[in-house]
């Protein structure tokens, strides 16, 4: 999201510098060749008016010192600034003109302007050269040259481009270093305002994420950002608490139930007891049901109030042996395996397997795996044990030989009080793996489901290096 934003601003930024750096890049270019303009403008004028007298009247005693004077000035002045300037008669034909090869105004670019002054006014303002245009580009500026209303002959002066080309190029580029710093400093204020804006939202993706994977303590800190932003960050902030306090009475009453219930029914079961030995004979079997039927609600008050432990547990995580703890309890679960007739094999474990963990609950979560693992593999049957590192994670896999699940039955393995339809009649209550789920996600692992073919199914667990 700061990346979009930001890209964003900087878009917006790059359209405000082109939309106002180009035209301020035109005006200064046309500002430049103006300032020249008006400069040769002077200069044809001061020519035309030296020209007055000995073109106007020829025949006075005067008009030979008079075109003298002329031709130095228009020879000095292409000497000195390299511009060449000439006064041409009505047939553009050169009269005085340096340099000397410049014999007709009637060609190249001097030919619109000296039609324009023949027309009694001064030639039209030159079009605009640009940096890119060739060193051939000329500045053309035509004058009148009239007497007693008539016109007489014309002065026209060609000005090279090439330092009006290079005062443009340099004012570009200055104002490019000026937009470039202005970028910079614009990058420097966008990726800062992006920042201040965005805190709270990356401070409440982190949070809810904390939340999402079991750390519900996790609060969003006090920080800037937009009035709107600390506002939300305070509200959520309330609702964590809410929620937080509604899962630890609701914890803490299936804690208390399951924990209250356990006595009574202990008492119920030992009335039920000395009642059955009242009962005239032929009775059994519905005694038999009644016991049955208490020792399953026992086992489902045990595990509720296992998963209430599991929730409420928030042990610290220690670096532990993960490849002790499976064979442990590996070596835990083979008598009851010799029992069911069931097959419990570990693969060799190569090397330390360290990851960070409860080996409480880590040990707690493989009971409750094997225990189901063993459950519902039939006699005969192989439960596969196998543990081993990956890149950023240590995982273990229990692949039992049972009837396994389809894809619907995957999809809510793992809740609680769930049982596959196929498998009611099958002791326990539902809430093993529920356990197994909350002891590890309790220090940031996880637990998966997969099944094999043609039968069976793999249970993986996850713990983050």
């Known amino acids: 999201m700061r990346t979009r934003l930001l890209g964003i601003l900087l878009a917006l930024l790059a359209c405000v510098l082109l939309a106002l750096g180009l035209p301020l890049a035109a005006s200064q270019a046309q500002t430049e060749q103006q300032r020249v303009v008006v400069d040769r403008i002077d200069d044809t004028a001061r020519f035309a008016a030296l020209a007055q007298n000995p ?69 039209h303002d030159p079009a605009q050269v640009w940096p890119w245009d060739g060193s051939s580009a000329r500045l053309v500026i035509a004058s009148p040259v009239v007497w007693d209303g008539d016109v007489v002959a014309v002065v ?63 609060r969003v800190a006090p920080a800037g950002g937009p009035p709107e932003l600390r506002r939300l960050a305070r509200s959520f902030n309330e609702m964590a608490d809410h929620v937080e306090l509604v899962l630890d009475q609701q914890r803490a009453f ?19 007891e000395v009642l059955g030995m009242e009962l005239p004979e032929g009775h059994d079997e519905e005694m038999t049901g009644v016991r ?19 929730e409420n ?81 240590v995982v273990v896999h229990v692949s039992d030989g049972g009837p396994g699940l389809d894809e619907d039955e995957l999809a809510r393995i793992g809740d609680r009080f769930w049982r596959s339809p196929r498998h009611q009649n099958t ?17 940031g692992g996880t637990i998966d489901f997969a099944a094999e073919q043609p039968r069976g199914l793999t249970v993986t667990v996850t713990l983050p290096m």
Do not use: C
């Open 313 to 393: 547990a928030r042990p610290e995580a220690l670096p532990v042996d993960v490849g002790r703890i499976v064979t442990d309890r590996v070596e835990g679960w083979g008598a009851y395996a010799r029992e069911r007739g069931v097959a419990l094999e570990l693969r060799p474990i190569t090397g330390p397997l360290t990851a960070p963990a409860d080996p409480v609950g880590l040990g707690s979560a493989l009971d409750a795996v094997l225990d189901n693992a063993l459950k519902f593999t039939p006699e005969g049957g192989t439960v596969r044990v196998e543990a081993l590192a990956l890149d950023t994670a």
């Open 254 to 272: 299936v804690a208390d139930a399951s924990h209250q219930l356990r006595n009574p029914l202990s008492a119920l079961m030992l009335r039920v």
């Open 156 to 218: 026209v002066t060609e000005s090279p481009t090439d330092g009006l080309r290079a005062r443009v190029l340099s004012a570009w580029l200055w104002l490019v270093g000026g937009e470039a710093l202005a970028v910079l400093f614009a990058v420097g204020a966008a990726v800062a305002l992006t920042r201040w804006v965005l805190r709270p939202v990356h401070d409440l993706d982190k949070v809810t994420h904390d939340i999402a994977t079991g750390r519900l303590a996790s």
């Open 55 to 123: 073109f106007g009247q020829p025949d006075s005693p005067d008009a030979g010192e008079q075109q003298r004077t002329l031709d130095a000035e228009l020879r000095r002045y292409h000497d000195v600034y390299g511009i060449s300037a000439g006064v041409f008669d009505l047939a553009g034909k050169a009269q005085h003109a340096y340099p000397s090869d410049w014999k007709n105004a009637l060609s190249g670019d001097s030919a619109e302007p000296f039609r324009e002054a023949l027309d009694g006014r001064r030639s």
């Open 427 to 443: 002791e326990g209550s539902g809430l093993g793996l529920s356990i197994a789920r909350a002891l590890l996600t309790a220090n």
């Open 292 to 310: 049955v039927e208490g020792r399953r609600l026992a086992q489902v008050l045990d595990d509720l109030l296992g998963l209430a432990r599991a």
